[in-house]
T-cell receptor
Framework: AQSVTQPDIHITVSEGASLELRCNYSYGATPYLFWYVQSPGQGLQLLLKYFSGDTLVQGIKGFEAEFKRSQSSFNLRKPSVHWSDAAEYFCAVAVLGGGADGLTFGKGTHLIIQP | DAGITQSPRHKVTETGTPVTLRCHQTENHRYMYWYRQDPGHGLRLIHYSYGVKDTDKGEVSDGYSVSRSKTEDFLLTLESATSSQTSVYFC????????????FGPGTRLLVL
């Protein structure tokens, strides 16, 4: 079965600084990969997704993520964070050709923005 | 935003009582899902549905049942609520053409005393 690891439970970044959130997955083939963001008390919003092709994908709100097959990673990045980026971020995978049977999520990374 | 509503948004109940949570969508998407979110666990899949009267179990289905009699509604029932079912419950929908891409509702916060 596939699994997702987000090694950092909390990350603190200064406003205006760059951000990288880590995500590693375990699966025999290339899965579909996703990043979601959850603001306090809200549902999940899809930031970006990777299915195939270009390994650098662009998402909403200025986020991007890079798929690295050799490292089984799909790290999320943003060059300059804003206070409004403070939220919980979830990496998720779906089995290639599947996904209809649901997503597997990491445990999340809580992002704190320092003024 | 996808047209997904969940009701109730908040509920407090007592151990042993039945509870039903409703997910309603206006997108006519065929696939629907129920997840629970707990601190330190992320989201975990409870049940999912491929269509009317077509449901299956997810990772943490014990203690839960679902029903889907209409495309737009997916009900999650806790037959006899326990304190371990205190959680935030999210519904999600997706299309058969892109089932991997799911859109989430606002969530229902359930407290079982």
């Amino acid at each position: 079965a596939q699994s997702v690891t987000q090694p950092d439970i909390h990350i603190t970044v200064s406003e205006g600084a760059s951000l990288e959130l880590r995500c590693n997955y375990s699966y025999g083939a290339t899965p579909y990969l996703f990043w979601y963001v959850q603001s306090p008390g809200q549902g999940l919003q899809l930031l970006l997704k990777y299915f195939s092709g270009d390994t650098l994908v662009q998402g909403i709100k200025g986020f991007e993520a890079e798929f690295k097959r050799s490292q089984s990673s799909f790290n999320l990045r943003k060059p300059s964070v804003h206070w409004s980026d403070a939220a919980e971020y979830f990496c998720a995978v779906a089995v290639l050709g599947g996904g209809a049977d649901g997503l597997t999520f990491g445990k999340g990374t809580h992002l704190i923005i320092q003024p | 935003d996808a047209g997904i509503t969940q009701s109730p948004r908040h509920k407090v109940t007592e151990t042993g009582t039945p509870v039903t949570l409703r997910c309603h969508q206006t997108e006519n998407h065929r696939y629907m899902y129920w997840y629970r979110q707990d601190p330190g666990h992320g989201l975990r899949l409870i049940h999912y549905s491929y269509g009317v009267k077509d449901t299956d179990k997810g990772e943490v289905s014990d203690g839960y049942s679902v029903s889907r009699s209409k495309t737009e509604d997916f009900l999650l029932t806790l037959e006899s609520a326990t304190s371990s079912q205190t959680s935030v419950y999210f519904c999600a929908i997706s299309e058969p053409t892109s089932p991997e891409t799911q859109y989430f509702g606002p969530g229902t916060r359930l407290l079982v005393l």
